[in-house]
């Protein structure tokens, strides 16, 4: 009996409250959130504007801003994160950085002792596969499955690029960026 | 005049022939890339945007035993795999060594730390498990359904025995009040059911309409048993009842407890939604998105190679749309 009571009332609700909009503050950022509750009526009245302050939010619903331009130089930047695959003399590190940040937001490098312990050699073909591996599985841990992959074209070619590409692109990782939706798309 | 040294400065021009060269792309790159994250005297956009408010540590401090002697033995394990060459994964071990620092890492970007304390950080030594059901579990940002996020999930961690632990999920909505959902304390070690549960469990609900929210596993580790009792929530809830300040909670019971774990995922709106709105709360709100204004740079009074209705941009005293990001 309450049940039916409260479908009806919902019906009518969402007849009038299709277009409640939230705005986005800034470029990058996330929308705010009020979602303040006078005591009117107990949890019926909801605020207009709805601010969420996730900073991953907008670049999840593909909405967020991509830095364009820098099309005269290479590496662009117009992406929401990249990987980075270095290889030096000893090691072997791969990093994902977001747009924003300095830092990376995930490493996964044989310099780690969890990873050296169980790799033989720490700048071979296998390394490189092990490396790409566990930074796919840290990466869909963390909720980063799409990012931008571009190597430098005479390295890309080599055993060791591919194997990692091919261990990354297995686990799930895809490695481009979903299109920013305009207005119209 | 200058008020630094200007970049390529000295370089001598007119004997170019003398300077060392790279003989490698590699290394080009290389000191490109530290030229690009040197600090500069000059104005750059990062400088603009980023914030240098001092972070305090309020979580546990890490424990590094002797390095020398973990080099050595480190270094006769590797002898003994080069010998043994089958690979395996150990994650175990990636939870004690350098696990907590990536879960720093990563909930600073995802400004958890932000919302929760501000100017204030910590390290979560512990590692927290937390699952919905066989298949899914929360790691750092995972991406859950409420449909898997229905039932109260189950929690381990490790703990030494007459430790005390207060564990508290969050979803944090506003400028200032973090809503929570499950709330428990006094737990002794590693037995999360035998703990005071002061707030029952309730769904995640994202509204519709407004994409992926946090919601944000916390561990505190107790020094002794703490009175919730101002804190209790009975069984019958109201969202207003539920919007607590997660900082303004923890500076009152600061003495007494210290963060040690983390845990968090995401989620979106989903069917189970609209059934907690209807069952639990209240009528389901649905929202959409605003896009901000199109940009038009400060009016010219001669405007080159613009169509006609430049001037309809500028008109009635319309809100400008330079400066507002």
Known sequence: MALSVITRNVWVLLGHIQRRAFQQSARCVSQAASKAEPAVEENEAVNPTFVNRNPRNLEQMSLAVKDRGWKTIWPHKEFYHRLVFSRTQHHVTAEVFSSSSLDPVLTCSTKEWALKRELPSTNCVAACQAVGEVLAQRCKQAGITRMVYRAIPWSYRSDAVQSFRKSMKDRGIILSEPRRKYIGT | ?325
């Open chain 2, 1 to 325: 005049l200058a008020p630094g040294p200007l970049p390529n400065q000295d370089i001598d021009v007119k004997n170019l022939e003398s300077l060392e060269k790279y003989h490698s792309y590699k290394r080009y790159f290389r000191q490109a890339q530290e030229a690009h994250n040197k600090p500069v005297w000059w104005h750059t956009y990062r400088k603009y945007v980023e914030k240098a408010n001092p972070q305090v540590d309020i979580g546990f401090p890490l424990e590094q035993p002797n390095r020398t002697k973990q080099v050595k033995e480190r270094k006769q394990v590797m002898k003994e795999n080069k010998k043994n060459m089958e690979l395996e994964r150990a994650a175990r071990l990636w939870e004690q060594t350098s696990g907590p620092h990536h879960i720093r890492r990563l909930a600073e970007h995802y400004g958890i730390y932000k919302d929760l304390f501000p100017n204030a950080f910590f390290l979560p030594i512990i590692p927290l498990k937390v699952h919905y059901g066989q298949n899914s579990s929360v790691h750092y940002g995972n991406i859950l359904t409420p449909t898997e996020a229905e039932t109260a999930p189950q929690i381990s961690f490790e703990a030494e025995e007459g430790t005390l632990w207060t564990l508290l999920l969050t979803e944090h909505l506003l400028d200032g009040e973090a809503e929570y959902v499950h709330w428990m304390g006094n737990i002794p070690a590693g037995a999360v059911q035998s703990g005071d549960e002061l707030c029952h469990y309730l769904p995640p609900f994202p509204p519709r309409g407004t994409g992926f929210h946090r919601y944000i596993f916390v561990l505190f580790k107790q020094n002794g048993p703490i009175d919730f009792r101002d804190n209790a929530r009975p069984s019958p809830h109201s969202l207003e009842e539920r919007t607590f300040k997660t900082v303004e909670w923890y500076k009152k019971h600061q003495e007494h407890m210290t963060p040690a774990g983390l845990a968090f995922f995401q989620s979106q709106w989903d069917a189970s939604v609209t059934h907690t709105f209807h069952h639990t709360l209240m009528k389901e709100p649905v929202f959409e998105f605003i896009r901000p204004p199109v940009y038009h740079p400060p009016q010219v009074k001669f405007p080159h190679r613009q169509p006609l209705r430049y001037l309809d941009r500028y008109r009635d005293g319309q809100p400008h749309t330079y400066g507002i990001y």
